[in-house]
């Protein structure tokens, strides 16, 4: 989405929306690390505007290497796989990464930013869905329509779940013993209140593994670490297609039923001043 920031106007509506791109147009007081007229990204509410107010904690420079529409649509699911998969998993040269969920937003994101901190990864996606993904650099795609991830015969250090729509203990057999962590993003309420609660499982003496769940604000710091991956082509967000406002209720639609392959970015023609 293309957007600027401007703090004396709100949109009416404060929860539509939640990624953006633009050029800033005005700063508040105090702030120092963006200027009017800087290309910038990040998160906020209510970005399906031409004008949003975005705090600056959660904004930084745009990639230099990517359009408005590439950079907005990075934030926060790119944010989120970074911070599962760099401190929460701690995902590093030759750590065996399993992203489920790869054809999504985060999951998208999370199959690059593996490969980008040298793990070796098997993505997990749909059969509509496996050249994309493959495409994005997974070492070993694997088709849920046809194959199950938790029966093959492989094991993982880290499972980043970015669709959590079964247990978190069918990961258990394929998970390295005591130590692997399953990294959940979204999926049922009973599922994610459960890992939150928990925060770890151990199923006898063989099998113990750390569970985390939730999205991950984008912080001005996993901004640019972000920017950074893009600008050196370790990272491209995948973009299903861009739509305009009105085909705003089609396009969540479409995500919902996950008939989207990484992510829908809205596109608001800017009113000449």
Known sequence: CTYSARWWSKPTKADCGGDFAGEVVAVGKGVTDVQVGDKV??????????????????????????????????????????????????????????????????????????????????????????DA??????????????????????????????????????????????????????GSTSNMFGVMLGGWWSFGVRHRLTAKSGEVSATTALLRDLATLADEGKLRPVIDRTVSLDEVPQAVQDLKDGKCTGKVVVTIPHDEE
């Open 133 to 186: 993904v493959r495409a994005m650099g997974a070492d070993t795609v694997v088709d849920y329509k046809t194959d199950d991830v938790c029966k093959r015969d492989e094991v993982f250090d880290v499972v980043l779940d970015a669709g959590a729509y079964r247990s978190p203990t069918d990961y258990v057999p394929v998970l390295t013993p005591r130590t692997g962590k399953y990294l959940m993003v979204g």
């Open 41 to 130: 990204f990040g998160e906020s509410r209510g970005t399906f505007a031409q004008y949003c107010l975005a705090p600056a904690k959660q904004v930084a420079g745009m990639p230099d290497s990517l359009s408005f529409e590439e950079a907005a649509a990075i934030p926060m699911a790119g944010a989120t796989a970074l911070q599962k998969l760099r401190c929460d998993g701690q995902v590093g040269n030759g750590t065996k990464v399993a992203v489920v969920g790869a054809g999504g937003g985060v999951g998208s994101f999370g199959v690059q930013i593996a490969r980008a901190l040298g793990a070796t990864v098997t993505a997990v996606t749909s059969t509509a869905k496996v």
